[in-house]
């Protein structure tokens, strides 16, 4: 069956530190790949997204993310989190039109 | 609209009474979709409409949920019967075509008491 799967449920860390989100999916063919965050309080918004080209992307507030299509994976990366990137991560993957998420990553960053 | 709309943004319901949750997408979008977001458990998928073809229904929990889309555009998600295992927030998102991003409605919280 066509899943995503984020490696961490729980993620804490310090102002400063650098953050990595891991993100694996099992569809073939071509798909489309989204990290949206949800800060407290709001509705989910876009990140960065993948559709083809480079394979490293860049999103907004300093995040990037990587496509290793051998790896199926789509990591989520910042190298340097504030307190407000405290906020649930999720990743997507588009295939055939139908939108996936991952079960999400809470990510809580101490002053 | 200027982002995507969803009616009532709480509803509180007893048990065993019918529900209706309204979703209006972003003007032109064609693509359309539902998801229930509880608890620690991510957002699960429910039901995705593309234009007129007939939408992809594979995520609905059971016979109890059902969900249309008037003239291609206003959503109803529909819970006959609620239980309270229904309580969750209910996400609607819309997207310009089958490959763009979604966006996100605010979302309607149900609480079936």
């Known amino acids: 069956a066509q899943s995503v799967s984020q490696h961490n449920h729980h993620v804490i860390l310090s102002e400063a530190a650098s953050l990595e989100l891991g993100c694996n999916y099992s569809y073939g063919g071509t798909v489309n790949l989204f990290w949206y965050v949800q800060y407290p309080g709001q509705h989910l918004q876009l990140l960065l997204k993948?559709?083809?080209?480079?394979?490293l992307v860049k999103g907004i507030k300093g995040f990037e993310a990587e496509f290793i299509k051998s790896k199926f994976s789509f990591n989520l990366r910042k190298p340097s989190v504030q307190w407000s990137d405290t906020a649930e991560y999720f990743c997507a993957v588009r295939s055939w039109g139908k939108l996936q998420f991952g079960a999400g990553t809470q990510v809580v960053v101490t002053p | 609209g200027a982002g995507v709309s969803q009616s009532p943004s709480n509803k509180v319901t007893e048990k065993g009474k019918d529900v209706e949750l309204r979703c209006d997408p972003i003007?032109?979008?064609?693509?359309l979709y539902w998801y229930r977001q509880s608890l620690g458990q991510g957002l699960e998928f429910l039901i995705y409409f593309q234009g007129n073809s007939a939408p992809d229904k594979s995520g609905l929990p059971s016979d109890r949920f059902s969900a249309e889309r008037t003239g291609g555009s206003v959503s109803t998600l529909t819970i006959q019967r609620t239980q309270q295992e229904d309580s969750a927030v209910y996400l609607c998102?819309?997207?310009?075509?089958?490959?763009?991003?979604?966006?996100f409605g605010q979302g309607t919280r149900l609480t079936v008491v």
């Open positions: 993948y559709f083809s080209g480079d394979p």
């Open positions: 998102a819309s997207s310009s075509d089958r490959v763009t991003e979604a966006f």
């Open positions: 003007s032109g979008h064609t693509a």
